[in-house]
């Protein structure tokens, strides 16, 4: 059974900093791809970062570009998104998400991921 858990959501002022986990259990015998999503109040889930499993391909959402980096330990079975310089517009759910794929395959669209984690919540204080 696939499990993906995340945390390191809470409050932060503008400007501030968080750092999200995404640790993930029950994918095994392959390699797989991961990502992060976000859905703000009354809005669609939204893509926001996804990396290889090589960890050698990332890709952002133009709004997170420059603020937010993605990054994953194989060994930890975990993908962490750093977040930097946050605003208000931040605030949503964040979602990890995973699916099988080759090493150097990177996913953005949601319909592609098979698994996701339950969500951790971001609120960004003005």
Sequence with gaps: QVQLIESGGGLVQAGG???????????????????????????????????????????????????FTISRDNAKNTVYLQMNSLTPEDTAVYYCAADYRTSTTILVAEYEYAYWGQGTQVTVSS
């Design 17 to 67: 900093s968080l750092r999200l986990s995404c640790a993930a259990s029950g994918l095994t015998g392959s390699t797989y791809a991961m990502g992060w999503f976000r859905q703000a109040p009354g809005k669609e889930r939204d893509f926001v970062a996804a990396i290889s499993w090589s960890g050698g391909y990332t890709y952002y959402a133009d709004s997170v570009k420059g603020r």
